[in-house]
């Protein structure tokens, strides 16, 4: 990776630096939902200390100019000097008001600035959490799109109280610029344009660099994953057992190491071209200002100014020419915050599919689950993950799917419980496309545990209710639940029960055996009491024998009513389906109950014998 290599944007370019900034309202928009007040209160601190520190230099000349004039009449004997120092120390006394509200101002600035932090970086998030909800599993399995969430969730979180609060300063120093400048053209307009030339190269420069850099942090998105995907294989006790034992550590931590040193030598490189061409371009604001310093000088020996005037405009110009670099920096920073929340927007707009469906019935209830000629291709891909699939599972009745790893079977489940919608054919429900039912209602008729089922690092009640939310604290069916799933025994034995901390995530988690976590998992499918249709991919493999049989004699006597689904490599379980699909390539090879395909001889039989020897 090289500079030039960091492909080329259109954001360098003035009209679109300008189209850039669309989304500072945006940004002003959340802030100002995300807290009223404090946002009302940023813009009242933001005014005071914008126009206090010129009334501060103004006090101050006339401080200066009263000693000056106190010293004369003194020196003439117009009155001893303690009664003409008076009036002076009454605008000391007005300064040191002037400068307690402006540090009675930028406290609070502060103080809102960081409550305001709090409260955006958690609406942000929830934006974003929000959003991931809405979105298809397809989306998730998008590597392009998974660099944008993670582009969002880094950066965006943060930027828009930062964009904020640029603004606020922007508007506070063009306050001080305003409040100046009327002070300045007393002296001589050309003075103003001191000020801005000797502040406007920094300003192009630093506009220039982040744009660079926005492109640099999008560009290496996927690098950025890998690093923290390395670092969570590195630390995390579900890998770092495998990782010890295949001694992969150096091999991963070499990995790590290498991204860092590609990304880091891109960031130096670009650091020292900005610091460097940041110091020159600042140059000439320092030329500007001695140069202001010396006119100022002259005019005062030439008689054409007062000490006190001198006084303010040296002030004036230094403090004028902080407030206009301070504000070109800050739209500087609101352009480059404005890049990056174009991340978090380019997420939140992330189109969803439309939901359409509204059925809460089937035309024809009782009729059970169809695919009618159904196929899938998982985007990007060139081969069909199935396709001519065709069956028909009435209430009561139990089909089994059998294949090799790959074979389609979990991409079937899948489509059912629609994850994904096929992407020819249809699938019906009680006689009704599955794209026409409402998707709360059709999911509640699905109880589901997958052979990748999470681990949640909660209690285990919580483990078990996260399969029915209506029931997520209801500690009754926690308990009848984990009998079905036969895990009561084990949780009976655990410190707090049902209210054991599961996992080692956090203090007091207790760690499940492999067995153990597939009957939570057994359970928490249990937990859909109105579920009809069941589907159990692999739900005991990890179970040992005694506990299989018991888990499938159980299964038996409580899905008499129900549409059952089974994926299992163990034939002495699928051989009690009544129906049995042998997937191959993505397709139906045979189908039948155990007997008419062992009376076949085909794929089916052979596999049942293979895996029957291993029991002689």
Known sequence: MSSRAVPPSSVSSPLAMLGVFRYSHRALGLVWQTSRRLTLGLALCTLVAGVLPAVAAWVGQLIVDGMVAAMDRHEQGAAPLTDLLWPVLRYVLLEAAVVALIALAQRGLAAQQSLLRALLGQKVNVMI????????????????????????????????????????????????????????????????????????????????????????????????????????????????????????????????????????????????????????????????????????????????????????????????????????????????????????????????????????????????????????????????????????????????????????????????TRLYDPTVGRILLDGSDLRDWDRATLRRRIGVIFQDFVRYQLKVGENLGAGDVAAFEDETRWQEAARRGLAEDFIADMPGGYHTQLGRWFKGGQELSGGQWQKIALARAYMREEADILVLDEPTAAMDAAAEAAVYADFRDHARDKMTVLISHRFSTVRAADQILVIDGGRILERGDHASLMALDGRYARLFRLQAQGYE
Not at 252 to 257: A, F, I, Q, V
């Open 129 to 416: 959490l929000e959003k991931a909800g809405t979105l298809s599993l397809a989306q998730f399995e998008d590597s392009e799109f998974y660099d944008k969430l993670t582009r969002a969730r880094r950066e965006a979180s943060t930027r828009p109280l930062g964009l904020v609060n640029k603004t606020f300063s922007l508007l506070q120093n063009a306050i001080s610029l305003a409040s100046f400048g009327v002070l300045l053209v007393g002296f001589s307009p050309w003075a103003l344009l001191v000020l801005v030339v000797g502040a406007l190269p920094v300003f192009l420069s630093e506009a220039r660099f982040s744009g660079d850099a926005f492109r640099l942090f999008r560009w290496r998105s996927p690098q950025t994953r890998m690093q923290m995907y390395l670092e969570t294989v590195l630390a995390r006790e579900d890998s770092i057992k495998e990782v010890k034992l295949f001694g992969l550590e150096p091999l991963l931590l070499d990995r790590y190491r290498r991204i860092f040193e590609t990304l880091y030598a891109e960031d130096r490189r670009l650091t020292i071209r900005r610091e460097t061409w940041g110091f020159l371009l600042g140059l000439l604001g320092t030329l500007a200002f001695y140069a202001a310093y010396a006119w100022v000088v002259a005019d005062t020996v030439a008689g054409r100014l007062t000490l006190g005037e001198m006084t303010m405009y040296l002030m004036v110009f230094k403090q004028g020419q902080a407030a206009l670099s301070a504000s070109l920096t800050a739209i500087g920073g609101m352009y480059e915050d404005n890049l990056y929340l174009s991340n978090l927007y380019e997420y939140l707009e992330q189109p969803v599919p439309e939901e359409t469906g509204h059925l809460t019935e089937g035309d024809s209830p009782g009729d059970g689950i169809r695919f009618e000629d159904v196929g899938f291709t998982y985007p990007g891909a060139e081969k069909a993950a199935l396709s001519g699939i065709d069956l028909h599972l009435t209430p009561g009745r139990s089909l089994a799917l059998v294949g090799v790893n790959g074979s389609g079977k979990t991409t079937l489940i899948k489509l059912l």
